[in-house]
């Protein structure tokens, strides 16, 4: 199938290389008579979520939800109102959550928003949000933010025998709300950061409780480490948008024995979207990966150019 | 389908409660007009490997592993054959390695064996041990000793629409070399014991070498919190075999608000394998989950009763 058949499988991508190097790969690894056919237990494909299938900005989504549910929950728990680190989240003085090295600041509201409570807990306030929140700029919820021309490609990897597994430094119990409704990816296809829970039988039933022990922050050479946990085998596609994805992106293709093809989300539209390389308002930052990309034959996607549409139009 | 139909699912199982439990479960949870219908993203089965899949006996198959390696590499690294601990192992004399709180002993047998070398060079080791070893009753190779059974009701289940997951106390990286050979079940789907590895990018390329940090043992409780960090969503049916699986037979079974359906082998034939529960050679000890059987309504399995054969005959 070709970009120019009748069924466009990526039809919000722009002629050019960028498509055509997509449709070429796979092409080349489905064709059985082809030396680089991919047998399709083989066809393992990873993806970064913040920035590469929907925004970053302008603070990481998760961050925007343990946010507001500081602000949903200090009414009725005038402790947290005195809270100096949950003042600074409200204030959204993101530097003072930043300060020292532990990051202290930032464990502390993830503490209050990620842990202490069942997971299924999580799992219902996190819905909530979803339902409730909607984007600062483009004023719909967080979910209908996804990137069309990524779930294009979602849709067309999946249809061509491509298991689909997301490999993100977001949280695995914050991604596992939606990301089977959304993406149409199971939970058991998501390779989160995550800590440890703890089980507990009650009268109700089992229960786990969400901890912060044992946090394992799924970013930069936490990735590979993770598909290899998790997925155990090597990826044939890997795609991504900044340098925390450098490490899966040389996994993926550096003298891997099979066909391989590593992909980079370039932030160049600060008119529909926004524009952010070496410099970035959130998370983000791609340098060493832009950098390696000619030599490695990654493709990078420029978003202003490569891409018609970015986001589905609302139902609503 | 019935067990009575030409086409009997479950042919190594005998006639009686056991298999007729398995057999009305799955026509109960398949049948679209039931109330008790399961879509099929719920259909998630979780099975422990040692004792439920294959023997325990004389020890567990990656402890036999872990002495075979060391007796294969004593001749060639002489510092190994001065090691207290490798002495102790090549003697056979388990109580040394279990000594001391922390098991000592038994982690240092795990890091000179199962630490220090890439996933790939562990991957080659194991599947050349299993070409090479034979279990020392049975005279075969380890892998051609899954029980037939167990075998049966992972297709049976797999043709239903369950999603089969490995569960077990075992290291991932062990059991991923075989269990998509031998139960069809991929990499992916196998949640075991695990510890970190570490990504470096050399020459030849990226590696992951294996280290024991951040050791996680997957038993007991431990299954329950694995389950949820890698599948992410409940079971609707466990099978285990020992005190061991309590926990995610619990977690699987009590107040779900989905069908669902625990099953414990009961170690009980001396002739045919080994009989076995409060007490054991091995591993297995199967004293609180038996005990708590009856009021669960777990399904327990006498292999001497419910099973008319153990192992399917070698193609040799």
């Known amino acids: 199938m070709t970009a120019t058949t009748a069924a466009d499988p990526l039809p919000s991508w722009n002629e050019g290389p960028a498509k055509q190097g997509i449709l070429a790969f796979v092409a080349r690894v489905t064709d059985e008579k082809s030396p680089a056919f ?16 929907w925004p970053e900005n302008p603070v990481p989504f998760q961050a925007a939800f343990a946010f507001d549910e500081l602000k949903r929950r200090v009414p009725a728990e005038p402790a947290l109102a005195e809270d100096p680190m949950v003042q600074a989240a409200l204030a959204g003085d993101f530097a003072k959550l930043l300060q020292g090295e532990h990051l202290d600041g930032l464990l502390h509201v993830l503490a209050l ?18 339902t ?57 296809q998501v390779v989160g950061s995550t800590a440890r829970t703890t089980f ?17 922050v799924n970013d930069n050479e936490g990735k590979p480490v993770a598909i290899h946990q998790f997925i155990g085998r090597r990826p044939t596609v890997c795609c991504g948008n900044s340098d925390g994805d450098l490490a899966m992106l040389q996994y993926t293709t550096i003298n891997n024995p099979r066909p391989s093809f590593g992909l980079i989300v370039h932030h160049t539209d600060g008119q529909r979207e926004y524009a952010y390389d070496a410099k970035t308002k ?7 990966a832009l950098d390696e990309a000619p030599t490695r034959g990654w493709l990078v996607v420029d978003m202003q150019r490569d891409w018609n549409t970015l986001f589905t139009q609302s139902a609503a």
């Open 38 to 53: 991919l047998p399709p237990s083989e066809r393992i494909a990873v993806y970064d979520n913040d920035g590469t299938l």
């Open 113 to 130: 928003t990620h842990a202490g409570m069942t997971v299924d807990e999580f799992h219902d306030a996190v819905a909530a949000w979803l």
């Open 132 to 188: 409730s929140a909607r984007h600062p700029r483009y004023g719909r919820p967080y979910d209908e933010l996804t990137y069309t021309p990524m779930q294009e490609l979602l849709r067309y990897l999946g249809a061509n025998g491509f298991k689909n597994f997301i490999v993100s430094g977001g949280g695995a119990d914050f991604m596992r709300v939606w990301v089977e409704r959304v993406y149409g990816i199971p939970p058991e």
């Open 200 to 216: 507990k039988l009650c009268d109700s039933g089992p229960v786990l409780i969400k901890t912060l022990g044992h946090l394992f």
């Open 282 to 288: 959130s998370t983000g930052k791609l340098v060493a």
